[in-house]
Nanobody, 113 residues
């Protein structure tokens, strides 16, 4: 499965971005999905996840600022990121968590101070 993440870019601290994730040739509506990120020199970490049952989880560092959701019509998973901070700078990856594991290529988010 080829996942494509998009929506990254350069933004000033306090700004917002919306990331989108889609799978080539199929819908992700029935998969458990997640967003991870990896900052330079750091391990990849879970940012947010959404189950088929719409259960949501967030890393403590992004709670209240990031929102994960689905666009059922467009068959995508979104990550709305508000009040961005320089420490949010990372490559963001979308992933299928269940019923199998698959990773996208990532999209770079850079937050300037």
């Amino acid at each position: 499965v080829q996942l494509q993440a998009s929506g990254g870019g350069l933004v000033q601290a306090g700004g917002s971005l919306r990331l989108s994730c889609a799978a080539a040739g199929r819908s992700v509506n029935n998969y458990d999905m997640a967003w991870y990120r990896q900052a330079p020199g750091k391990q990849r970490e879970l940012v947010a996840s959404i189950s088929r049952g719409k259960d949501l989880t967030y890393a403590d560092s992004v709670k209240g600022r990031f929102t994960i959701s689905r666009d059922i019509r467009k068959k995508t998973v979104l990550l709305e990121m508000n009040d961005l901070k320089p420490e949010d700078t990372a490559v963001y990856y979308c992933t299928i968590v269940y019923p199998f594991r698959a990773w996208g290529q990532g999209t770079l988010v850079t937050v300037s101070s």
